[in-house]
């Protein structure tokens, strides 16, 4: 996947696929499919909240939710 982009559940899924692919291949270490799902897990966590988000906007008007990037990090 390139970086910098927008990505879609179906990339997502698509990758997903291609790492077990790989793995039955073995073209790639179990511990390198287990890093790589847990950023799939990680993505889809995000994609979630977004979900989340959009709906919370829909159904409960003027609700001030923050942007993620908004968030400044304290360390």
Known sequence: M???T???TK???SHA???MKLL???AISVEEAK???NLLKQSNNIIRYELDRAIALQ???GIEIRD???LETNG
Do not use: C, R
Request: glycine share 0%; aromatic share 8%.
């Open 2 to 4: 390139k970086s910098n």
């Open 6 to 8: 927008k990505v879609t």
């Open 11 to 13: 990339e997502l899924l």
């Open 17 to 19: 696929f291609d790492m």
């Open 24 to 26: 039955k291949a073995k």
């Open 35 to 37: 890093a790589q799902a």
């Open 59 to 61: 159904k409960f008007d």
């Open 68 to 70: 993620i990037e908004d």
